[in-house]
């Protein structure tokens, strides 16, 4: 199965807030990490977290880690039609080289509508 | 200061021809990372290289190699193209331990 784990598909209204979720399995995930993605371009590094974390707030990001239940999330506060896009959870570990490869999940697409 | 820069943006190759795609991390970065996003799938790692040397290899086959140069761009190469490559193939950098900035990506078509 599937490293990462994320819902396909998720829709608000403007203003609402949006809570994407995601599942990882290695409990010996060093960082995680939010992506967006939007039409034809690249990945935009949203936040990331570290494992020792639970929360961690960037203006009208919120992440929440619950480390017990490999469990991420990632609450967008008075969500915009501009945060219309693909949210990509990713989880890394790090190697005896000293490398943080991040596995990403499939992806949530977020659609907000007026 | 410039981001990771990718080229081609777009590329049309015909099945079995070579393919050679670029990236340029951002400055101070010696780690560069590879992924193939086939449509409506994340991301699959492919290669990272960091100072020159390969430091994780995905589940890909033989036919994709890559390295990286002294002033730590890199280039991945594909040989003997099958349509399954057709991806947008992306290049990330990173300083140790931090989050990996991606560029915009080589859409590549195999027809």
């Known amino acids: 199965g599937e490293d990462v784990e994320q819902s396909l598909f998720l829709s608000v209204r403007e203003g609402d807030s949006s809570v994407i979720n995601c599942t990882y399995t290695d409990s010996s995930s060093t960082y995680l990490y939010w992506y967006k993605q939007e039409p034809g371009a690249g990945l935009q590094l949203l936040t990331y977290?570290?494992?020792?974390?639970d929360m961690k707030q960037d203006q009208r990001l919120t992440v929440l880690l619950n480390k017990k239940d490999k469990h991420l999330s990632l609450r967008i506060a008075d969500t915009q039609t501009g945060d219309s896009a693909i949210y990509f959870c990713?989880?890394?570990?790090?190697?005896?080289?000293?490398?943080?490869?991040?596995?990403f999940g499939r992806g949530t697409s977020l659609i907000v509508h007026p | 200061d410039a981001g990771v820069t990718q080229s081609p943006t777009h590329l049309i190759k015909t099945r079995g021809q070579q393919v050679t795609l670029r990236c340029s991390p951002i400055s101070g970065h010696k780690s560069v990372s590879w992924y193939q996003q086939v449509l409506g799938q994340g991301p699959q790692f492919i290669f990272q290289y960091y100072e020159k040397e390969e430091r994780g290899r995905g589940n890909f086959p033989d036919r994709f190699s890559a390295r990286q140069f002294p002033n730590y761009s890199s280039e991945l190469n594909v040989n003997a193209l099958l349509l399954g490559d057709s991806a947008l193939y992306l290049c990330?950098?990173?300083?140790?331990?931090?989050?990996?900035?991606f560029g915009s990506g080589t859409r590549l078509t195999v027809v």
């Open positions: 977290i570290f494992s020792n974390m």
């Open positions: 990330a950098s990173s300083s140790q331990g931090s989050g990996y900035t």
């Open positions: 990713a989880e890394s570990i790090g190697s005896a080289g000293g490398s943080y490869i991040p596995t």
